[in-house]
């Protein structure tokens, strides 16, 4: 499995930015694995951001960005998308996207993992 993140950017606060993440699977279909997205700011831990199952009907998202962000999948392209609407400047961090085969969202395991974007939200 091969992930490619992209979308990132400079941006000032209340802004907005999608993200995207193209996967590349071999074996089995691209609706099979739950997708998640990761953040990782300067001198902090990775934390969880946002996850969606493989059909895509269900989602979760770290306390700090629901009602701001959007986990989305379009399955036939192969690619999870992450709308962060009303950006904060403690929203800048290089995100990185990640996908589990099978499983529940609620877990935070994840086998393959993308290069990550930089999204940096100015005050």
């Known amino acids: 499995v091969q992930l490619q993140a992209s979308g990132g950017g400079l941006v000032q606060a209340g802004d907005s930015l999608r993200l995207s993440c193209a996967a590349s699977?071999?074996?089995?279909?691209?609706?099979?694995?739950?997708m998640g997205w990761f953040r990782q700011a300067p001198g902090k831990e990775r934390e969880f951001v946002a996850a969606i199952n493989s059909s895509g009907f269900r989602k979760d998202y770290i306390d700090s960005v629901k009602g701001r962000f959007t986990i989305s999948r379009d399955n036939a392209k192969g690619t999870v998308y992450l709308q962060m609407n009303s950006l904060k400047p403690e929203d800048t961090a290089v995100y990185y996207c990640?996908?589990?085969?099978?499983?529940?969202?609620?877990?935070?395991?994840?086998?393959?993992w993308g290069q990550g974007t930089q999204v940096t939200v100015s005050s």
């Open positions: 990640a996908c589990r085969y099978g499983g529940s969202i609620n877990s935070r395991e994840y086998a393959f």
């Open positions: 699977v071999s074996g089995r279909s691209f609706s099979s694995y739950v």
